[in-house]
């Protein structure tokens, strides 16, 4: 999507809307006048680099998208885009790995903007078991990977709540982001079958872990696994590719789960 051949004023007025916010709302939030707004928004006024960055930072635009509103506004892009393996980011890597070997003996893993895995501890691999061999040839997607008939949804015990959560989790990129990539990743994940006879969703409130958050529960065999995931994201990136990778830790939820992860572990460790 070529957005730099959209006058400026329209994409902030799309991502005004997209944040939910009146033309009043971020004049105030911004410091600047209704009327300045309504200028740059309709193109009777050009807006200054700094203006398109500040504009930028009230609505929360990623950082991608900030260099795009500033190459319609006829600036060079501020924001790099390096690779993962880039002298640069040394040590961001070195801090994604000190994570993942942290959580150890329990599953993690970093991935990027789209879903594409990057890199992965080694508990990730006891979870994979029957997953076909195409899924796991880079690039992988991990949604992909665990919704596919072919990868981890036959072995999900809860598929339509974790499905459930997936495809909510990806509204709320797609709504953050306006990523069209993600928009037909969701559209894929959406085409995918239910496996037979998964169970019904249980009702929301107390029932399931404690009422306080979905579990991925995974039938393995070693017994039904169950786990909590958080994520982590670098917290003042100013490179496109650092914002964009987010790391994906899972916990056990249950002292079974606990101890199946350190019997998979100290097996996997023997010569």
């Known amino acids: 999507m070529d957005r730099s051949a959209e006058p400026v004023g329209e994409l902030l007025r799309a991502w005004r809307q997209r944040r939910g916010l009146s033309q009043l709302g971020l004049a105030s939030d911004a410091g600047i006048s209704q009327r300045h707004l309504s200028f740059v928004e309709s193109g009777r006024s050009a807006p200054s680099r700094d203006m398109v960055l500040h504009l930028a930072d009230q609505l929360a635009v990623p950082l991608r998208e900030r260099n795009a509103l500033l190459v319609a506004a006829g600036f ?12 640069a980011l040394e040590a961001a890597r070195e801090a994604i790995h000190l994570i993942l070997a942290g959580q150890e003996p329990y599953p993690a893993l970093a991935v990027d903007r789209h879903w594409t895995l990057v890199v992965a501890n080694k508990p990730v691999s006891h979870l994979l078991t029957g997953v076909a061999a195409t899924l796991l040839q880079p690039p992988v997607n991990v949604l992909r990977l665990s919704l596919h008939p072919e990868g981890l949804a036959p072995r999900i015990a809860n598929f339509r709540e974790w499905r459930a959560h997936v495809l909510a989790r990806l509204h709320r990129q797609i709504d953050n ?29 107390p029932i399931g872990f404690a009422g306080i958050a979905t579990p991925l529960e995974l039938t393995t065999d070693h017994g039904v696994l169950s786990f909590l995931s958080t994520t982590t994201v670098f917290g003042t990136p100013v490179d496109i590719s650092l914002s964009e990778i987010a790391i994906e830790s899972f916990f056990p939820a249950d002292p079974a789960t606990k101890e199946a992860m350190r019997r998979l572990s100290e097996s996997s460790d023997k010569p």
């Open 76 to 87: 060079a892009p501020v924001y790099r885009e390096r690779t993962f393996d880039d002298p």
């Open 177 to 205: 982001s306006a990523d069209p990539i993600l928009l037909k990743l969701i559209d894929e994940l959406k085409g995918y079958p239910t496996p037979p006879g998964s169970r019904p969703p249980r009702p929301p409130g």
